[in-house]
């Protein structure tokens, strides 16, 4: 399988995820602030941490299987777009302490989590 091939079937399978993971805290938390888009980025970063080392230290050269995981699945169950839209958003409502704390947020805890997850793969 070639890496394009194995990026496109990651790439929609993570984006399939996103939306449930998504629409499910929505449907648990509300809609008031983003914690739908939040709580994927900052798993995927954990993910994305933990899964590069994996890769990186320990699967050697399979350049298919990562770029298909790391590049198709967590991109697609990532989302820069999201975040930075929903944001603005908050702006334009006027919720500017919301969209400062979304903004902080999501830097801190998706950087946090991705170094975690490095620090987990490294355990292993």
Do not use: K
Not at 67 to 92: C, D, K, Q
């Amino acid at each position: 399988m070639s890496q394009v091939v194995a990026i496109a079937i990651g790439g929609a399978a993570g984006s399939v995820l996103r939306y449930w993971m998504s629409t499910s805290v929505h449907a648990l938390l509300g809609r008031g602030f983003p914690y739908g888009t939040l709580s994927v980025n900052v798993l995927g970063s954990l993910l994305m941490g933990f899964l590069f080392v994996i890769f990186l230290d320990r699967m050697g050269n399979d350049t298919v299987l990562r770029a298909g995981v790391l590049i198709g699945l967590l991109g697609g169950f990532t989302t820069f777009s999201a975040f930075s839209i929903e944001t603005l958003n908050l702006i334009e409502q006027g919720a500017h302490l919301r969209a400062a704390v979304n903004a902080g947020a999501s830097v801190l805890l998706c950087v946090a989590a991705a170094w975690i997850g490095v620090l987990l793969g490294r355990q292993l």
